[in-house]
């Protein structure tokens, strides 16, 4: 994303025509394929969706980087497992245990460590919103797993990144962002890089991976990216991670590795079908048993 920002793409713009591009491609090709069309309550989940993943999440971020080293923002949207189980315990009434609780705390120890080094500089603003990012991401994937309008399979991911391509452009357009010049070569890749892998490949499996395993889980592929972006920001862009930095990466890596590896302690029989909020068949993403064909 980082590229694509620094080849003359504004934040908001980016998101938007990625994210249009994207999920006009998904959306044709699953209309191809005998899908039908969503009612107005699927698109309505949708949009509610993509705005707090991807609007709120994937633009906080797009919008903290123009100011936040890209390894630092991969720092603090590595915390999203955290919020995943806090968020999960609230919804499903599974407290984090002791594990947890210590990944939690670990967590934001890294946090402040890493407003604490001074990597920041005097961005506030630009950290509030990557700090927002993560935890819009996680109540919008607990909020997902949990709706019953969503619609069937690959076309709950058509409709919300289509419904936040749009809320993304019209904030584009609202701040007045335009393209002062024509983006780089590489701005370029990294623009058919974010809809193909970014978007087509990387969002659709999250959303069956959000369907298949806990949210805490689901979310772990957040611990990766810090190491991976620390490791190119220093190789492409001549980034040098402070000691603080490093020190964070740790904390935050080690938390959510402490919270991913904790077993959930099964429920009685007849407090799980007390709590099971939909009819036998459903699923919670899908909202059916079966996707459309």
Not at 142 to 163: D, F, N, V
Not at 165 to 174: E, F, P, Y
Not at 259 to 270: D, E, L, Y
Request: with cysteine.
């Amino acid at each position: 994303m980082r590229f694509a920002l620094m080849g003359g793409f504004p934040p908001l713009m980016l998101g938007g025509s990625r994210f249009i591009l994207a999920g006009a491609i998904l959306y044709t090709l699953l209309r191809l394929k005998g899908f039908a069309t969503p009612t107005r309550r699927q698109w309505a989940a949708g949009a509610f969706t993509g705005l707090l993943l991807l609007v709120i999440g994937n633009g906080g971020v797009a919008i903290a980087q123009q100011w936040v080293p890209s390894g630092v923002a991969a720092l603090v949207v590595g915390s999203m497992p955290l919020w995943a189980a806090l968020f999960g315990g609230l919804a499903d009434g599974q407290w984090p245990g002791t594990l947890e609780r210590w990944g939690l705390a670990l967590g934001f120890f890294g946090i402040a460590v890493l407003n604490r080094g001074g990597d920041l500089g005097t961005h506030w603003l630009p950290f509030a919103g990557l700090v927002l990012a993560p935890i819009s991401w996680a109540f919008g994937s607990i909020w997902s797993k949990r709706q019953p309008h969503m619609a069937p399979g690959l076309m709950a991911t058509a409709t919300q990144m289509l419904c936040a391509g749009v809320m993304l452009m019209g904030l584009s357009t609202l701040l007045g962002e335009r393209m002062t010049a024509l983006p780089t070569p590489r701005a370029l890749l990294a623009f058919f890089y974010l809809v193909g892998f970014g978007s087509l490949v990387a969002f659709s499996a999250y959303g069956y991976l959000l369907k298949h395993a806990r949210p805490a889980l689901a979310t772990s592929y957040a611990y990766v990216n810090p190491m991976v972006a620390v490791l190119l920001g220093w190789l492409l862009a001549g980034e040098t991670p402070g000691p603080y930095t490093l020190v964070a990466m740790a904390a935050i890596l080690g938390a959510v590795m402490l919270i991913t590896r904790k077993t959930p302690t099964a429920r009685p029989a007849s407090a799980a079908v007390a709590r099971e909020p939909f009819p036998e068949g459903r699923t919670a993403l899908t909202g059916s048993g079966e996707s459309e064909r």
